[in-house]
């Protein structure tokens, strides 16, 4: 029984060996997701021409901009739209720049191709895991072509 409860306390008092995961995420990078429904692919078009043609140029110069992409599903009808930052502060500036109060009218009238009528945000840590190849596909989102991202 001696050696049992010598066994335990060892186990209870032990040190975290190399190899343990910290589950501490870091914050390299910040996406910003902005999502809703439309009601067909040709008001995810107007979206498309309303947000990126009059967004990413007040976005494409900011500190740390990572870039600007959209998701849609022919499907279901979902229209996302995802801003990046490089770090938490350029992150932080943008949500108190005068480029993002430029860019609020420009989403507000986004809401019209909304079936809700309004648009649903959320921030995320952003991270890439890629491989060398991945990484040579992913070097055109630094090109200043709104395409592209």
């Keep these: 029984m001696q050696r049992f409860l010598a066994g335990a306390r060892r186990l209870a008092f032990a040190r975290p060996t190399i ?4 589950f501490a995420i870091q914050v390299k990078h910040v996406a910003r997701w902005t999502s809703c429904k ?10 498309d021409d309303l947000i990126i043609q009059n967004a990413m ?3 494409k110069n900011m500190e740390g901009f990572g870039g600007l992409r959209r998701l849609f599903c ?7 739209i995802i801003i990046s930052f490089e770090g938490l502060e350029n992150f ?10 430029e860019i609020l009218p420009i989403l507000d009238e ?5 079936t809700t009528g309004e648009l649903d945000f959320q921030n995320f840590v952003l991270d890439r895991f890629t ?10 989102l630094k090109e200043d072509d709104h395409t592209a991202y």
Excluded: W
Aim: charge should be positive; aromatic fraction near 6%.
């Design 19 to 22: 190899g343990v995961r910290n």
């Design 38 to 47: 439309v009601a067909s692919e040709e008001d995810a078009e107007k979206m």
């Design 57 to 59: 140029p007040k976005l």
């Design 74 to 80: 022919k499907e279901k009808l979902d229209y996302k």
């Design 92 to 101: 932080k500036a943008y949500m108190g720049s005068s480029q993002r109060e």
């Design 110 to 114: 986004a809401k019209k191709y909304s």
């Design 131 to 140: 491989s060398e190849r991945g990484t040579e596909a992913t070097s055109a």
